[in-house]
């Protein structure tokens, strides 16, 4: 294929997945139509399936852009934040996520919202490592300045001994670290879905108060667990 040709491919693959987010802010994943997307696009639907031979191709790719892009925007405020105080870094990525879940409520919830009826990611596609780049920076603010001693003194919770078994090269953590780790994601993650749901009343009003709250909590519950972590190896001696 030309570059000419590459280049015009990609920028209807791009006119094709824009309006779709669009398609998704207005009706939802669920009622996503290719004949609709086709239309907006200026396109027959058979035209359309030489780019995306499928609503699931199309849902799938909107999916791996979204992941990425949400990686990148809390990346980006990593990056940005580096040097800076742990905390004053834990709450600028903390903020990211939950700024680009607003801006992008659509692309969000098609991620973390109610699953699309008679959906399944295509097999072979780059979803499931595009998430994954998520974890990343997190994992960078949340223990920046602790030592791979003080990872490896974080203890699992009683009935939670099976998480040592589990291999996750992604997230190369020790398995207490790994586990408090996803507990304070699913923290956040669940306050940034319950005010895109609308689920936080009375408190709606003053959702971006309350996640900056709930984050003031975390950071200060994360230094304190690096602290104990850093007194286990002493008191074991």
Same mark, same amino acid.
Not at 124 to 147: H, I, K, M, Q, Y
Not at 157 to 180: C, N, Q, R, S, T
Not at 195 to 207: F, I, M, R
């Given at each position: 294929?030309?570059?000419?040709?590459?280049?015009?491919?990609?920028?209807?693959?791009?006119?094709?997945?824009?309006?779709?987010?669009?398609?998704?802010?207005?009706?939802?994943?669920?009622?996503?139509?290719?004949?609709?997307?086709?239309?907006?696009?200026?396109?027959?639907?058979?035209?359309?399936?030489?780019?995306?031979?499928?609503?699931?191709?199309?849902?799938?790719?909107?999916?791996?852009?979204?992941?990425?892009?949400?990686?990148?925007?809390?990346? $980006?405020? =990593?990056? !940005?934040?580096?040097?800076? #105080?742990?905390?004053?870094?834990?709450?600028? /990525?903390? &903020?990211? *996520?939950? %700024?680009?879940?607003?801006?992008?409520?659509?692309?969000?919830?098609?991620?973390?919202?109610?699953?699309?009826?008679?959906?399944?990611?295509?097999?072979?596609?780059?979803?499931?490592?595009?998430?994954?780049?998520?974890?990343?920076?997190?994992?960078?603010?949340?223990?920046?300045?602790?030592?791979?001693?003080?990872?490896?003194?974080?203890?699992?919770?009683?009935? $939670?001994? =099976?998480? !040592?078994?589990?291999?996750? #090269?992604?997230?190369?953590?020790?398995?207490? /670290?790994? &586990?408090? *780790?996803? %507990?304070?994601?699913?923290?956040?993650?669940?306050?940034?879905?319950?005010?895109?749901?609308?689920?936080?009343?009375?408190?709606?009003?003053?959702?971006?108060?309350?996640?900056?709250?709930?984050?003031?909590?975390?950071?200060?519950?994360?230094?304190?667990?690096?602290?104990?972590?850093?007194?286990?190896?002493?008191?074991?001696?």
């Amino acid at each position: 294929m030309s570059a000419v040709r590459e280049r015009r491919r990609a920028e209807t693959v791009r006119e094709i997945k824009e309006s779709a987010v669009a398609r998704l802010a207005e009706v939802g994943p669920g009622a996503l139509s290719l004949r609709a997307v086709a239309r907006d696009v200026g396109m027959t639907v058979q035209s359309l399936y030489h780019y995306f031979d499928s609503r699931d191709a199309l849902l799938t790719a909107l999916m791996a852009d979204a992941h990425h892009a949400l990686a990148d925007a809390v990346q $980006a405020a =990593a990056d !940005a934040s580096r040097g800076a #105080p742990p905390a004053d870094r834990r709450r600028s /990525a903390t &903020a990211a *996520f939950r %700024e680009w879940a607003l801006a992008h409520s659509a692309e969000f919830l098609l991620l973390y919202g109610s699953p699309v009826p008679d959906f399944a990611p295509l097999p072979g596609n780059e979803t499931g490592a595009a998430a994954l780049r998520l974890a990343a920076p997190f994992a960078e603010v949340v223990f920046d300045g602790w030592t791979p001693a003080e990872l490896a003194a974080l203890p699992l919770a009683p009935g $939670a001994e =099976a998480i !040592a078994g589990v291999d996750l #090269p992604a997230i190369p953590l020790p398995p207490g /670290a790994l &586990a408090f *780790f996803l %507990e304070l994601r699913a923290r956040m993650h669940g306050l940034v879905v319950l005010e895109l749901l609308g689920h936080l009343h009375p408190l709606q009003d003053v959702a971006g108060a309350l996640f900056s709250g709930a984050m003031h909590h975390m950071t200060i519950e994360i230094d304190e667990r690096q602290a104990r972590a850093a007194d286990q190896p002493r008191s074991a001696r």
